[in-house]
C-alpha cells in the first residue's frame, strides 16, 4: 500500500491505483442494512444535523447562503451518484454496502442544506456519470475522487461560515466525508489516510475538477458569481 | 497572504504533488511560530469575518492544549503497540501509518503553542497495546474520541485555527473508519457526527485509565 496517492482528482482515468489490498479485500460487511436503520438513521435523527441547520436563530446571511448552497450542489453530485449507483445494482459485498450506507448520508445531507436554504436554494443540476456507476471499478475510483474532493471542500469554507449553527453542522458533515473517504479508499485497495494533514481546496478549483468529469450536464441557477462563496480558502 | 494569493497557492501547483503539500505544511508552521498561529494564519479570513465571535488567541490557545493532550495520548498508545509488535496484517499496518500521523499532530500542535505546551502527562496502557483485540478496540474508542473532540472546538476557534485544526480533524475521521472497518464496525456510523464539549472529552480521557494522575 502507498502512502503517497494522489491528492483526489476526479479524473479517475488517469488515477493509478495500487492493487496491494485488492486481493484481500473485505467480505461483506457483518453489519446489516437493519442494523444501518437503527443505528445509522435513527441516530442521525436524533443527532446535531438537522436540529442544528434548521434550528440557527436567524437566517443565514448572504455569505452563508453562499456557502450553503455550494455546498448542497457538491452533496446533490454525490446522492445522485449513489443513488443511480444502487439503481444500477452492479455492486456486491462490502462496497454495495458502503454505496447505500453513503447514498443515505447524502441525501440526507441534501435534505439538511435544502431545508434550511428554503427558498434560497438553489436549483438542482442534472447529472450525467457516464457509466461509472454501472461497475465496480469505476464506481471505486470515482467515489474516492468525491469523497476526498468533499473533504477537501468542506475543510476550505468551514472557516469562512459566519453562523456558528452551521458551521457546527459543517464541521459535523465534514468529518463524515472523511469517514466516507477512508472506508472507500480502503475497499478500493488504497491508503485510507494520505498524510497526516489533509489540505482544503477552493471552490474556484473544486469547480474546474468537477467541470472536467463532464457529470455535470446542467448547472443550477445559482452559479453565477454572485452565488459564489466568497472565500474560497 | 491576500485572497488572491491563497487561491493561486492552492491553484497554481498540481495537486498529486506530495512535495507541494509539504511544503504547504512547512510554510504554516514556518507562520505560525512566526506570528502566532491565530494571528499568522488567517489574518486576512479574521479581517473579512465581521459576525459575532467571542474566539481569540488565548481561546486558541486553551483549545490547542486540550487538543495536545488527546493528540499525545493517541500518539503514546500507537508507539507502545508498535514497539509491543504484538499487532499483525492490515492492523500492523494501521497502527504504523496512524502512529506516524499522530508524531506529526503533536508536533504541529506543540510548535502552535510555541514554548507554552504544558508538560506531558504519562501514560498506562495496560493489555490495550498488547492484546490485538484490546488494542483494536481501544483504537476505535481513541480515534472516534480524538475527532469528535475537535469538532466539539470548531465553534470556539479563530477562523485562522480552525482552519489549521480542520486540516487534522478529516485525518481523525479516516483514521476512525479505517479501525472502525478493521472492528467490523460500520466506518461511518451516521450522517453527522456528534462532537463532544470539552467536559465530556475529559470524562472519556478519565474512563479510559490510560492517563497516569
Request: hydrophobic share 45%.
Amino acid at each position: 500500500m502507498t502512502l503517497t496517492d494522489p491528492l483526489p482528482d476526479l479524473r479517475w482515468v488517469d488515477i493509478d491505483v495500487d492493487g496491494a489490498l485488492a486481493e484481500t479485500e473485505a467480505a461483506a460487511a457483518p453489519w446489516t442494512r437493519a442494523d444501518f436503520l437503527r443505528g445509522g438513521l435513527g441516530a442521525l435523527l436524533g443527532s446535531l444535523a438537522v436540529p442544528a441547520l434548521a434550528g440557527a436563530a436567524s437566517k443565514p446571511d448572504r455569505g452563508d447562503v453562499a456557502i450553503l448552497n455550494y455546498a448542497l450542489t457538491l452533496e446533490e453530485l454525490q446522492a445522485a451518484f449513489y443513488t443511480e449507483t444502487e439503481q444500477a445494482n452492479a455492486l456486491k459485498g462490502e462496497t454495495k454496502v458502503q454505496a447505500r450506507v453513503v447514498g443515505g448520508h447524502e441525501r440526507a445531507h441534501v435534505k439538511a442544506f435544502r431545508d434550511v436554504l428554503g427558498s434560497k436554494a438553489g436549483k438542482q443540476p442534472s447529472f450525467d456519470f457516464r457509466g461509472v456507476t454501472e461497475n465496480e471499478d469505476d464506481f471505486r475510483r470515482t467515489a474516492v475522487a468525491f469523497e476526498d474532493l468533499a473533504v477537501a471542500a468542506y475543510k476550505a469554507q468551514a472557516p469562512a461560515i459566519r453562523s456558528k449553527a452551521y458551521l457546527a453542522a459543517a464541521i459535523g458533515i465534514h468529518s463524515v466525508e472523511a469517514r466516507h473517504a477512508g472506508w472507500i479508499r480502503r475497499l478500493a485497495g488504497r491508503s485510507p489516510v494520505n498524510t497526516a494533514f489533509d489540505e482544503p481546496i477552493s471552490a474556484t478549483r473544486v469547480r474546474a475538477i468537477v467541470a472536467k468529469t463532464n457529470f455535470v450536464t446542467s448547472s443550477p441557477k445559482t452559479g453565477t458569481k454572485k452565488g459564489s462563496p466568497r472565500f474560497t480558502g | 497572504m491576500d485572497q488572491g494569493s491563497r487561491d493561486a497557492a492552492v491553484s497554481g501547483h498540481s495537486l498529486s504533488e506530495a512535495p507541494v503539500r509539504r511544503w504547504s505544511r512547512a510554510a504554516l508552521l514556518r507562520r505560525a511560530g512566526a506570528g502566532g498561529l491565530a494571528v499568522s494564519l488567517g489574518g486576512a479570513l479574521l479581517a473579512r469575518r465581521s459576525g459575532p465571535a467571542v474566539s481569540s488567541p488565548s481561546v486558541d490557545a486553551r483549545v490547542l492544549q486540550f487538543a495536545l493532550i488527546v493528540e499525545r495520548l493517541q500518539a503514546a498508545f500507537y508507539a507502545e503497540a508498535n514497539k509491543n509488535g504484538k499487532l499483525r496484517g492490515e492492523v500492523a499496518e494501521f497502527s504504523r501509518v496512524v502512529g506516524a500521523n499522530e508524531r506529526e499532530h503533536v508536533a504541529f500542535v506543540t510548535k502552535a503553542l510555541r514554548g507554552s505546551a504544558a508538560a506531558a502527562p504519562r501514560f498506562s496502557f495496560g493489555d490495550a497495546t498488547t492484546s490485538e483485540k484490546q488494542f483494536v478496540r481501544s483504537a476505535v474508542e481513541l480515534e472516534d474520541l480524538g475527532l469528535a473532540a475537535y469538532n466539539g472546538q470548531a465553534t470556539n476557534l479563530s477562523p485562522a485555527a480552525l482552519a489549521a485544526a480542520a486540516k487534522i480533524v478529516s485525518v481523525e475521521a479516516r483514521h476512525a473508519a479505517w479501525i472502525r472497518d478493521l472492528a467490523g464496525k460500520p466506518p461511518a456510523p451516521l450522517a453527522v457526527d456528534k462532537p463532544l464539549d470539552e467536559a465530556q472529552v475529559r470524562a472519556a480521557l478519565k474512563r479510559t485509565g490510560y492517563i497516569k494522575p
